[in-house]
């Protein structure tokens, strides 16, 4: 009797990848999955980024902030193998550049001169939000490089679908935008400014590490700040009611109007926020003479304090420093966390301790000839990038070694 041959292996099943209308598609717990897995969070810090949470990218499209008709339309890509969740990205469909803060209008200007179509385009971060984080979330235990490939192949068929011009992603962490650019995607850098706490015990600890100028500087504007009689509260969980968002939400809107012609978040936005992760939030509010005048709202990571709004109703000197720099720095001091991320731009940062750190973004555009225009520009701009990053660091305010002494 002849002995059988070998078992053939068993075909790997193929992967399969779908488009979601909203997160209404997805349960929270697979999706938090992939947003906290070390695979997900290689190479950085972070072991918690609460913006690509379900709970706040969920609040954004309930509240109505995130829609069709406010130019975010949901397509998140989800990638499964016998329907198991591999790996999702938070993905819109945006009919505008707006809310972005990675500018490309000059992009889809010169599209439009040269009688292309810019928009629709496909946009992976998370609304209205400059902060670094992951992008391509992996479920735990999934190839990395498969599930980023996976996801890639279905950004790149939706872009297809849809007729989108373009593919998007930004703020994204390093090691992403590695593997962003080995798969095609022409990469970007910007810059931004973040606090670094080394293991301060107080801020006079911290103010021990500048130059006297500087220190002197710092006490100065904090002093001159509250001096109208101004007292500051930080809030969070369950000490956060209604009156709260109340109050922030009318220096929100009353600040938005004035920057940027109108808020991208309406109020449902704040209840929700507080409903669905109140933990995670703490609200900086300043008072005076009885009532609120002024407000900051950050989220709270694991290892880092996110800068998010801000707003008042009343011009006080220095108050926006104290209320968003100094206040969130105190607070992280005290909670133990690595840094401070206090949002997008501002050289001014520079003399409050903030340091300068390089942003990444990668883009994938299909017109050939657009595209090699854009990686011309890009290679001249991640040059002027560096260089930009190279001198304002040499203008932090911390002492340097053997210069100065130290603080008595």
Not at 51 to 71: I, P, Q, W, Y
Not at 236 to 264: L, V
Not at 350 to 364: K, Q
Request: proline share 6%.
């Amino acid at each position: 009797m002849e002995k059988p041959g070998p078992t053939p292996e068993a075909a790997v099943p193929p992967l399969q990848v779908r488009a979601l209308a909203g997160l209404k598609e997805i349960g929270a717990a697979a999706w938090d999955a992939c947003a906290t897995s070390p695979e997900t969070l290689e190479g950085g810090d972070e072991t918690h980024n609460p913006f690509v949470s379900h709970a706040f990218l969920s609040a954004l499209e309930d509240s109505g902030c995130v829609s069709r008709k406010t130019g975010w339309l949901p397509l998140h890509v989800v990638l499964e193998r016998e329907g198991r969740v591999l790996g999702v990205t938070p993905c819109y469909l945006k009919s505008h550049s707006q809310g972005e803060y990675v500018f490309d209008h000059g992009w889809a200007d010169a599209l439009e001169r040269a009688g292309g179509s810019y928009y629709p385009k496909l946009q992976v971060s998370v609304p209205f939000t400059p902060v670094t984080g992951p992008r391509f979330l992996i479920a735990p235990g999934a190839d990395p490089e498969l599930a980023t490939g996976g996801l890639v192949a279905g950004l790149r068929a939706l872009r297809e679908q849809t007729r989108a011009s373009s593919i998007h992603v930004t703020f994204m962490q390093e090691a992403e935008w590695a593997r962003a650019g080995a798969a095609g995607f022409l990469q970007r850098t910007d810059q931004q400014f973040h606090w670094d706490n080394p293991g301060y015990a107080s801020f006079e600890d911290f103010l021990g590490a500048l130059a006297s100028r500087k220190r002197k500087g710092i006490r100065r504007e904090r002093r001159d700040a509250l001096s109208p009689g101004i007292s500051v509260e930080h809030l969070t969980g369950a000490d956060i009611t209604e009156a709260h968002w109340d109050a922030f939400y009318e220096f929100y809107t009353d600040t938005g109007a004035r920057k940027w012609g109108r808020p991208y978040l309406n109020r449902r936005f704040f209840s929700l926020l507080s409903e669905r992760m109140a933990d995670r939030v703490l609200l900086v509010m300043a008072r005076r003479a009885g009532r609120y005048v002024a407000g900051a709202i950050n989220l709270i990571g694991d290892k880092a304090l996110y800068g998010r709004n801000w707003g008042c109703i009343e011009e006080h000197p220095f108050l926006h420093f104290e209320i968003c720099y100094y206040q969130a720095i105190d607070f992280a001091i005290g909670r133990g966390l690595r840094r401070v991320e206090a949002g997008a731009q501002g050289e001014h940062k520079l003399a409050r301790g903030y340091r300068p750190v390089l942003m990444h973004s990668a883009h994938d555009i299909a017109d050939p000839g657009f595209r090699k225009a854009v990686a011309d520009y890009l290679n001249r701009e991640r040059a002027h990038v560096a260089a930009a990053l190279d001198e304002l660091d040499t203008l932090t305010p911390f002492r340097r070694p053997c210069t100065e002494e130290p603080p008595r």
